[in-house]
C-alpha cells in the first residue's frame, strides 16, 4: 500500500503561481511512476502530467499545461510536485496525485494503483 497526500492548493488569481506537494508513505516511493490529474466540477478528471521512475526520468504534459506547469520529485523526500504558473480560471479544479507501478498508459488514470484525496486550486479571473 501507497498512501498519497496532497497539499498546497488554494485561491489564486489568473496569471499566479502554485506549487502542490505529494507526500508518499512509502519508502520504495522511488519505484513508482507518479502522475498528476485534476476533475473540475461537472468533468471528467483529466491527465495532467506524469514523472517515470528512472533516474533519467521521463517527463508527460498535457498540452493544456504544457508550458505552464513542471512535474519533478524528491525521492530522498518520497515527494512529488507539481509547480504552476501562469494560472487560468480554466485550471480550477481538484487535483489528485497517483501513483504506478506500469510503465505504459501514464497519461491514462486506470493505469495507477494508488491516489491521493485531492486537494482544491481555484484560480479568479
Known amino acids: 500500500q501507497v498512501q498519497l497526500v496532497e497539499s498546497g492548493g488554494g485561491l489564486v488569481q489568473a496569471g499566479g503561481s502554485l506549487r502542490l506537494s505529494c507526500a508518499a508513505s512509502r519508502r520504495t516511493f522511488s519505484t513508482y511512476n507518479m502522475g498528476w490529474f485534476r476533475q473540475a466540477p461537472g468533468k471528467e478528471r483529466e491527465f495532467v502530467a506524469a514523472?517515470?521512475?528512472?533516474?533519467?526520468?521521463?517527463?508527460y504534459y498535457a498540452d493544456s499545461v504544457k508550458g505552464r506547469f513542471t512535474i519533478f520529485r524528491d525521492n530522498a523526500k518520497n515527494a512529488v510536485y507539481l509547480q504552476m504558473n501562469s494560472l487560468k480560471p480554466e485550471d480550477t479544479a481538484v487535483y489528485y496525485c497517483?501513483?504506478?507501478?506500469?510503465?505504459?498508459?501514464?497519461?491514462?488514470?486506470?493505469?495507477?494503483?494508488?491516489w491521493g484525496q485531492g486537494t482544491q486550486v481555484t484560480v479568479s479571473s
Open positions: 514523472i517515470s521512475w528512472s533516474s533519467s526520468s521521463t517527463y
Open positions: 497517483a501513483a504506478s507501478k506500469g510503465v505504459l498508459g501514464l497519461r491514462v488514470g486506470s493505469s495507477y494503483d494508488y
